[in-house]
């Protein structure tokens, strides 16, 4: 590729980073808009976690993937940001003093630190459910086939079988030597089944049956653990003021990760192969995927 | 009615009752089924509290109002243990240190005293994904209308709209005093959002406009807050192995409630007069109705 294009790519992948985290922004300021009852410290537990902040990877996700089979960007955004909910309250209960004790996320206080404990249980159960509400609306899409397969598969990805079943492999794990394959599929679940779900979904919207759907799976497989090596690596490097977070906290758990298995040359060089292979499965695809293939490249390049 | 119909309806009620929490148990025994790897104790976590517990009165009443219209049984009961899963996953949550700190939850340990709070997390977490999965699942109902209509509405009756408010409510009402409005919305939301949808899920399976279903919508609060002030009757009574939980829990908490309100007879009366309005608004229908009319009398004449 020629220098000015990879440029371009870049500029691209800025700008329409920053276009969809203003847009999700705006989305979650809509949506939890204060009640004027005594519910309103729900809801501004669920904005304080919701709004201004993160990467917004998953939406990010949805809405290059959407350009691969030209969805209304709108549609992808509200799936976007359904995603996005279902993320943000996992992080909340993740950072609840049972789970990670977390004081620190996306560079604020944590929800139960602000707001008290059983006031982030309550905003990340909420956040689960408008995620689903969000994705059944007819707003989302007037195919109620599309809906309520968005909503299938969403519930798989956030349930046992996906996310939620990851945090409890993660909890099993401690203490505990876990190998590559081990590790490999507590993260294809903790964190890669939402991933894969934020690229499946423009599939679903696209109204591809589940076979046709693989390579753009196995680009957001790669991806996913492409990211989740960076951020062992990050992690690792303990760098917190760029982190946004407390770092070092794996190595203090004594949990194995990517980079205490392989270290952090071969697990560079592990992330690097993933983002090569992410980008060959839709090496079908012209310029139309050049935002995807940015953000499998920003997986490694990133430095928070 | 003639003394032998009443009996008759009395019996119905408990072998109606019998059946279905045997079919749920059935349901959640097939679905949380041993996983084999480290995603053990959260399967197991869930078992312990979702089968063989509860008067599982949702599923019940998505099984007698799906009478009405004659909708498929098996299709009924997938989406009342659906709607049990949301239930179930409440009580977890609710049950944990940071809410109401319970040790005791249909006669056995909760879940976090169990299996620990992070799994308890966890577990709530999986059922209220899970609840979403059964209700897309096209063996659930073949229309995707429906699906997606069930999806949407039970989103907006679990949520911060419904009964994640409710909570929200609670929490907040804790040391202030509330006076009977405050209560009763609070009550609207916290349980009767979710009765109210068991009955209207029967409605949509029969593919009801949103505006005809109000009486079916109305009997459902009636049967709702009856219920509720039921459950605070038998918390003042203080009878704790009836309840197969501790009572007394709100007077020690300062927490108003019907019965610290009204008083028990006053409270007593006015959900005999919420049995009668709830029986009032399907007078429309013949004995297909009885089963709804015996749950609505139920709802005040137990004493668990």
Known sequence: MPIETIDRVGTELDSEA??????VDGFFSRLLA???????PLYEAMR?????????????????????????????????????????YSLIHDD?????????????ATVHRAFGEAEAVLAGDSLHALAFEIVADPETHEDPWVRSDLVLELARAAGPSGMAGGQMMDLAAEGRELDLPAITR???????????????AACIMNKMPAESRTPYRGYARNVGLAFQIADDLIDHSGDEAAAGKPTGR??????????????????????????????????????????????????VERDR
């Open 34 to 40: 204060p009640t004027g009852d005594s519910r309103e």
């Open 186 to 200: 507590l993260q294809q679940l903790k964190t890669g089944a939402l991933i894969e779900y934020a690229v499946e």
């Open 18 to 23: 920053a276009r969809v985290s203003a847009e």
């Open 250 to 299: 794996d190595a203090h758990a004594g949990k194995a990760t990517f980079v205490s298995l392989l270290g952090p040359d071969r697990a560079r060089q592990q992330a690097s192969l993933l983002v090569s292979q992410a980008i060959e499965h839709i090496a079908a695809h012209g310029s139309e995927a050049d935002l995807l293939r940015a953000i499998a490249r920003f997986a």
């Open 96 to 108: 609840l003093p049972c789970m990670d004790d977390a004081e620190l996320r996306r560079g604020k």
């Open 48 to 88: 304080h976690a919701a709004i201004g902040g993160g990467k917004r990877l998953r939406p990010l996700l949805t809405v290059a993937a959407s350009r691969l089979f030209a969805i209304d960007p709108e549609r992808a955004l509200r799936v976007g940001c359904a995603i996005e909910a279902i993320h943000v």
